[in-house]
């Protein structure tokens, strides 16, 4: 067995470990080159260890308080992980009628610590939903209500609601990804909030559940969780004084991770958590409700790694480019929020200098890149590459743009490895056309 080395690479889940002076990253026990060579690349590889770890560590956090974590299915629906989570307990925040198939997969049991969120959920996802037996629909607008209440009456079964209200709060993150302000679609006016409420309430297939709130994702202060939290918890005070059975409070997700080049995020979660805790927690003081949290990327981001291969070095002029067999198909992160991600060879050769290098995928767009003027160790054609934290918003954002075929996901788990999804093929990618 290898030696363990103290160079930790963002999660203890990923680590080089040395053999004969060459430090190799591995995924658990099992070294990332020989997954490579194994299944190929471009490939997705999870830590079933640092997905539980995460969970646990975020569960445990709101310990003191009745809670449930209903894991956001769209930060990676691999049925595998989900699995996995629901095995921890978690409950499942859905945004579609397909995830929510995904949920029902995993287990029937599932389906009740489940909450539908969305602005557009259409007549057939609620039929569905409705049948599921789910814990809560996250309403948010008047007219979703209004559908919501005519689907239930023709099921024939009473939908337990919440209105998610926008709070109107500043969260610090990138503009597409921050949802709370009065000027994004999502969420009904905290100023309409009593007026839908007592709506709502009048209708007699729908039953007054909760409040549900979302300010963004990737958000790295509590400072406006917090802020959001005091507004709902307001908000709950008074309708239960109007007599309304506010029994659930739903925080949403949206808690950051840390993307640059620190180290150990792992150890640091338990604190982020704490204070994410305490800043959601604190407000509540006194409200008799079930906490649901929304998280997905806290969970899952730093548990996988996207393993690509360098193809071709070449210079334009001064600059230097890395093209590599994945692309923005891939991983649309970078190119859709220009957002960093850590890229490091999976075999370290040390002392052999570095150079700034932009690292791009095969696609026929400029925007396609993962890392530009990024200082790395000088690479050769044929290079291993981990793009670190692509466990969330990674293959649940992928496409097959340019008929790329999607990359094989697989779960480690010490020594195991698991394919807990097949590489596309290209044959199944046209089969649907005519
Ligand atoms: C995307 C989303 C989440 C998950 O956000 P993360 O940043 O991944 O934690 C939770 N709730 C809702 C309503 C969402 O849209």
């Not at 802020?227 to 949206?254: K, T, W």
């Not at 890392?371 to 969330?392: C, F, T, W």
């Amino acid at each position: 067995m290898p030696k363990q080395t103290n160079l930790i690479v963002r999660s203890p889940a990923f680590l080089y470990r040395e053999a004969k002076k060459v430090f190799e990253l591995h995924c658990e026990q099992v070294p990332l080159a020989k997954l490579a060579a194994r299944f190929g690349t471009p490939a997705y590889v999870y830590s079933t260890q640092a997905a539980q770890f995460r969970f646990k560590a975020l569960d445990q956090a709101f310990d003191r308080v009745p809670h449930t974590l209903c894991y956001s299915v769209k930060a990676n629906s691999n049925l595998s992980l989900l699995r996995l989570l629901h095995k921890m307990g978690s409950g499942f925040d859905v945004v579609s009628g397909g995830e929510l198939e995904r949920v029902a997969q995993v287990g029937r049991r599932a389906l009740q610590n489940t909450v539908f969120s969305g602005v557009g959920k259409t007549a057939d996802e609620m039929d569905t939903a409705l049948r599921a037996g789910i814990l809560m629909f996250n309403l948010e607008s008047e007219s979703e209500m209004r559908l919501l209440a005519e689907r239930a009456h023709r099921v024939k079964k009473k939908a337990p609601v919440a209105f998610r209200v926008n709070p109107d709060v500043v969260a610090e993150t990138h503009p597409y990804i921050s949802t709370g302000l009065r000027e994004h679609k999502f969420g009904v006016p905290m100023a309409d909030a009593l007026r839908l409420y007592s709506a709502a309430a009048e209708q007699c297939w729908l039953e007054v559940r909760g409040i549900s709130v979302h300010i963004g994702s990737q958000i790295t202060s509590v400072q406006p969780f917090g802020e959001a939290m005091a507004r709902v918890a307001e908000l709950a005070r008074e309708l239960l004084n109007r007599g309304h059975a506010i029994r659930y409070i739903d925080s949403g997700g949206g808690l950051g991770i840390c993307y640059g080049n620190g180290q150990g995020v792992e150890q640091e979660l338990s604190v982020t958590a704490a204070a994410y805790a305490q800043a959601l927690i604190g407000p509540l003081r006194g409200l008799d409700v079930h906490l649901l949290l929304e998280p997905g990327r806290s969970i899952v981001g730093p548990a996988g790694v996207l393993l690509t291969r360098v193809l071709y070095l070449k210079k334009n002029g001064e600059k230097r480019f890395a093209v590599v067999d994945a692309a923005m198909n891939d991983l649309l992160r970078p190119s859709l929020y220009n957002a960093y991600h850590e890229i490091v060879p999976v075999e370290r050769r040390d002392g052999t200098g570095t150079a700034k290098v932009d690292i791009v995928g095969p696609i026929c767009e400029t925007g396609d890149f993962f890392a530009r003027d990024r200082k790395m160790p000088s690479l050769e054609e044929g290079d291993l590459l981990a793009i670190l934290d692509a466990g969330a918003y990674g293959m649940s954002l992928a496409s097959n743009y340019n008929s790329r075929p999607r990359p094989v996901e697989l779960l480690v788990q010490g020594k195991k490895v698991k394919v807990v999804r097949k590489r596309e093929s290209i044959k199944g990618l046209i089969a649907y056309e005519k």
